[in-house]
Every structure is written in structure tokens, then in C-alpha cells.
């Protein structure tokens, strides 16, 4: 994954069609300064803080780097930061936003496999294979060198729970034949304008699709950069809506340090307030069977009330979906 980095994950698009929309000089700004306050946690601020570059290459859909800084892995797609993860402790160092993936147990307390779609460095494959050992996790990446990595650098291994299919995510749930009890999104595409989601995996016609391999209780998680107070249209408010034309329920989890924005659409028509998450959180904590740290204060972030500007967006379809222009216009 990734946080307001712009996480880069590129599942390429299926269908060929693009849409252009110019960037506004504001996105530039706010592009500039997030890379340069990113670039300064990983690179340094001098050569006490010199990075070293353990791993380079360019593949079909990314330049790839791995930097160590600090006793700090970073994995950089493009540019961008796609994955930290403490070198002393894999399961420490990651995004915060990432936690948020961990919710779902929250609605389906019963979950026995997760579909993960895009793979990064993969901390939240690593978190569920360390929490949750019994869980079949199944991960649908686009770039077979970036699972070669995350398997090569950042601790991802194999296992009869732990499969990595080299494969478009919308593709792989089409000719999928089972259900799951969570799918997990956290997908980016860049292109010539800039990173944006792959409007394939953003569109009602995919959520339908995703809603029909989830099983009854099941939940979709999407990562999603944006803010709950927009004056006007943008992804996340678009997505969100598109989300609500498929799923009864939808909220937010909005990262406390990054603009990023974890959406859980449920399959369940019960309305959730964070009294009732509390009160499902208490006998998953009490039997262990959640034992991340930090999961209750998790809750504090849960948001029910809809993005201020959703009434103003529309929904994504597979013939309308502007989605670059959508994130260009969120800042």
C-alpha cells in the first residue's frame, strides 16, 4: 500500500479507454509538497540520514526502488512511498492507514479468507498472516517483479494461507469461483498525469461484481485519498457514492496522519454507530482473537455520516469514470 505517498499499485486497466482532465495548479502544489515532506523522511536531511539504495529495477509498469534509511525499508514505486516497514520488526514501521483493513472482523466476526487487491510491500498481508494465521489470504497483484520483491525484501512468504496470483484484480474476481469474507483494495495506477485509481476497480459494475464473491456478512475495504470536508466533487465523495448505489451501508475510517480514507462497504443492512463497534470489539479483544495493538483506539476514527460534498458527485460507472480528474480536483 500506500498513504497520501499515492500509493501506486497498477493493475492495468482491461478496458482501454482514458480520460483526461488538466491538473489544477492546487494538486500540483499539494503533489509537490507531500513528495517533498515524504522524500525528507526517507532520503534525509543530510548524510548522517544518506539512504542506501539496496534494490533497483525497472519493470512493465514501475521504477522500483528499495531504500534502507535509519533501520527503516522503504518501498518506492515511481517516486512514491508505497510501503515502510521497520527492519528490526516487519510488522512495525508500516502506513497507519493500513490498521484500518483490520475493521472488517468488526462486521464478520467469523472471516476464514481475505482478497487482497495490490500487493506493495505488503504489510497488510503480513499483519494478517501474523494475526490471523488461520485466514486463506489470496493477493491479485498486476507486476510479477513486485511480488518477487515484496518476497525478496520485505518478509512475504508463501504459504497454503498465503497465495500472491500475478494478476489484474477485477480479472482474477471475474473467474473466481468462491466467495470470500473480506475484500481488500488498495490500488493505484500511475500514468503520464499523474497517480490515480484504476477506474476499473472504482466503478458500480466492479462493486456488483465484488459484492456477488462476498459472502453474507461480508465487507469491502477501499483505500481512497481525499477529506471528508470537500467543497466539491472528488473521489472520495464519488466512491462513496458509488459504494452506497451497491452496498446498504457504508462508512469511513480517515487516517489521523495522512489524507488517506479506508471505506467499509457492508453487505449487512444493520446500521453501525460506535457504540455497537465497541461493543463487538470487547469479546474479539477479551478471546484474543484480535491482538493488534492498538485495535480499540482504532474505533475513534469510525465516521457514519456520508462525505460533505457525496450529494454533489455522481456515480462511477464502466462508462463514465473520471477518476484522474476526480483526484486532481479532492485537494
Known amino acids: 500500500m500506500t498513504n497520501s505517498r499515492l500509493h501506486i499499485v497498477n493493475p492495468r486497466s482491461s478496458i482501454n479507454r482514458e480520460w483526461w482532465f488538466p491538473v489544477c495548479w ?26 542506501k539504495i539496496v534494490f533497483e529495477v525497472t ?12 533501520g527503516l525499508r522503504t518501498l518506492s514505486f515511481d517516486g512514491s512511498m508505497e510501503t515502510q516497514m521497520l ?12 490498521e484500518y483493513f483490520h475493521t472488517p472482523w468488526l462486521w464478520n466476526p467469523q472471516l476464514t479468507n481475505v482478497l487482497m487487491i495490490g500487493l506493495g510491500g505488503g504489510s497488510t498481508q503480513r499483519a494478517y498472516e501474523h494475526y490471523y494465521p488461520e485466514v486463506a489470504i489470496d493477493t491479485a497483484e498486476i507486476d510479477p517483479m513486485v511480488a518477487k520483491i515484496a518476497r525478496d525484501y520485505f518478509h512475504l512468504h508463501d504459504s497454503p494461507t498465503q497465495r500472491v496470483h500475478i494478476a489484474d484484480g ?4 471475474r473467474r473466481s469461483q468462491g466467495s470470500y469474507g473480506a475484500i481488500i483494495l488498495d490500488a493505484y495506477v500511475q500514468h503520464r498525469y499523474g497517480s490515480s485509481i484504476p477506474y476499473q476497480l472504482a466503478t458500480k459494475e466492479f462493486f456488483e461484481l465484488a459484492s456477488n464473491h462476498l459472502e453474507t456478512n461480508g465487507v469491502l475495504a477501499y483505500n481512497v485519498i481525499g477529506t471528508l470536508h470537500s467543497g466539491g466533487t472528488d473521489l472520495l465523495g464519488s466512491l462513496y457514492k458509488t459504494l452506497k448505489a451497491v452496498f446498504p451501508e457504508v462508512y469511513l475510517f480517515p487516517a489521523r496522519d495522512t489524507q488517506n480514507v479506508v471505506l467499509i462497504a457492508t453487505k449487512s ?3 453501525a454507530d460506535l457504540n455497537l463497534l465497541q461493543q463487538r470489539a470487547i469479546p474479539l479483544l477479551r478471546s484474543r482473537r484480535i491482538t493488534l495493538p492498538g485495535f ?11 462525505p460533505q460534498n457525496s450529494s454533489q458527485c455522481s456515480v462511477l460507472t464502466d462508462d ?12
Open 269 to 271: 443492512p444493520e446500521k
Open 59 to 70: 519493470s512493465a509498469y514501475h521504477h522500483i526502488r528499495v531504500i534502507d534509511r535509519g
Open 87 to 98: 527492519l528490526e520488526n516487519p510488522l512495525k514501521g508500516h502506513f497507519q492507514y493500513t
Open 170 to 173: 477485477r480479472i482474477f474476481l
Open 296 to 306: 480499540w483506539n482504532l474505533l475513534s476514527a469510525f465516521r457514519s455520516f456520508p
Open 26 to 51: 492546487t494538486f500540483q502544489a499539494a503533489l509537490r509538497f507531500g513528495f517533498l515532506v515524504l522524500a525528507s523522511a526517507v532520503f534525509g536531511n543530510g548524510p548522517a540520514d544518506s539512504p
Open 320 to 331: 463514465y469514470a473520471p477518476v484522474d480528474g476526480l483526484l486532481q480536483t479532492g485537494y
